[in-house]
């Protein structure tokens, strides 16, 4: 019998992808209304399938069971963050094979991701849920600042703040209060401080078990949190690299993982390694090609692969233990000081001529309102490069970066642009 997969989220290329890899493969598509656009060449699939994003889990439920009556799903599957709870009720009510409805929740809801991980004994990071300003306020008069103030469920550092004196409480909490990048709100968390140089650590999961794939640092605003850059692989001594490996694998244990790719956000400070957050899929900012570059581990070919039930771990571990070229692959972004209208961007041809640049984009388009660095969506280029070493790679993509120019028109009092 051949396969259908149904797919929940627009699913970026990876339906093409899985009707690719196995001849006769079908793909239904359910995803939001609002994100219906985002679905690539929606013709291909058997069908395509809006719900509305307010609507309850059971009519995703019925709508996909509906299919499922007239021609049986064999996986499913979801490749982002957005509509992964729809995702986890379906697959239970249909008896297929996916992330459990409690891991689902507790990666998502950080406040019970904390708790979790305190629990097992894995991460004893100090969090508390904040309902309103005055338990925010309590929360730093029994455990000091510095704090993090951030949503409960959020993604791409949207609403998240570092508080430094009482005076800012406030403002922290109306920000974590908003709803970001289709997300539902669902409460704000105060947490403690954790200082020190931050990672991001991609894994790959089979049958519960764990395989770090690449370990990457992360470069952030100070301020915002916002990613500025990352550079594959991080330059670690092995003891630490250890460590990350022994401890990212409790984590997800604790949390009930049991395949598929991982994205684990830490900080390396004094006491070892502790959680920011962590996601059941890859990692964005383009971190999955920085790990191809420099593993030859390709995790959105494993992932499709996984998705159509083949063992893809042998294989992971089978490319890591071949030799390849040392070398490092980094990712830099440009962010603007300055709120306008985007009119002309130069300096692309001088940029991508750079030794060592593979790509530069710019990621908002003439005519778009853009303005300061307040989440990822607010950065408006790219640049990757490889390099000899990590930090070679890293010089040449903030090189390329470091050679745009953006043009931007701002509005005067009368109306005229200057």
């Known amino acids: 019998m051949s396969e259908h997969v149904l797919i929940v989220g627009p699913g970026r290329d990876f339906p093409a992808r899985i009707r690719a890899l196995q001849p006769g493969t079908r ?18 699939n058997a069908r395509v399938i809006g719900v509305r994003g307010d609507a309850p889990e059971q009519e995703w439920i019925d709508l996909a069971a509906a299919v499922h009556a ?26 297929l094979s996916a992330h459990s409805p409690a891991t689902v929740s507790l990666v998502h809801d ?27 306020r309590a929360f730093v008069r029994q455990n000091g600042l510095p704090c993090v103030v951030k949503p409960i469920s959020s993604s791409g550092s949207a609403g ?3 508080v430094v004196d009482e005076s800012e409480l406030a403002d922290a909490f109306a920000k974590a209060g908003g709803s970001y990048l289709g997300l539902p709100n669902t409460g704000v968390l105060a947490e403690e401080f954790l200082d020190g140089p931050q990672f991001s650590v991609e894994a790959f999961s089979e049958l519960g078990e764990h395989q770090v794939v690449t370990i990457t640092r992360k470069f952030s605003d100070p301020e915002t949190f916002v990613e500025l850059g990352h550079v594959s692989p991080a330059d670690l001594p092995d003891g630490l690299r250890e460590e990350i490996h022994a401890y990212v694998g409790g984590v997800l244990d604790a949390l009930g993982v049991e395949f598929g790719p991982t994205h684990t956000e830490v900080v390396l400070g004094d006491k070892g390694p502790r959680l920011i957050e962590t996601h059941v899929r890859m990692g964005g900012d383009q971190i999955p090609a920085l790990t191809l570059d420099v593993t030859g581990v390709d995790v959105d070919d494993c992932t499709a692969r996984q998705t159509l039930g083949e063992k893809v771990l ?45 790509e530069v984009a710019v990621l908002a388009r003439p005519g778009a309102e853009v303005g300061r ?14 390099g000899e ?30």
Do not use: N
Not at 390 to 418: I, K, Q, S
């Open 314 to 358: 042998p294989g992971i571990r089978a490319t890591l233990a071949e030799d390849g070229p040392a070398r490092g692959s980094a990712i830099w972004f440009a962010s603007l000081d300055a709120a306008g209208v985007l009119d002309d961007v130069s300096g692309l041809d001088e940029a991508r001529a750079l030794p060592g640049v593979t």
């Open 27 to 44: 793909t239904t598509v359910i995803c939001q209304l609002d994100y219906i656009g985002k679905v690539r060449v929606p013709g291909e």
């Open 160 to 162: 998240v703040t570092k």
């Open 389 to 418: 070493s990590a930090d070679e790679a890293v010089t040449a993509a903030r090189a390329a970066v470091e050679c745009l120019e953006f043009r931007l028109r701002v509005p005067g009092r009368r109306g005229v642009t200057v």
């Open 70 to 95: 007239l021609h049986p799903f064999t996986r499913i599957g979801t490749f982002g963050e957005r509509d992964q709870d729809h995702y986890a009720v379906i697959a239970e009510a249909l008896g």
């Open 110 to 136: 950080k406040e019970a991701m904390r708790v979790r991980l305190r629990e097992a004994g894995v991460d004893a990071t100090v969090s508390a849920r904040a309902t309103d300003l005055d338990e925010l």
């Open 373 to 386: 660095l307040e989440t990822s969506e607010s950065r408006v280029a790219l640049a990757r490069a490889l």
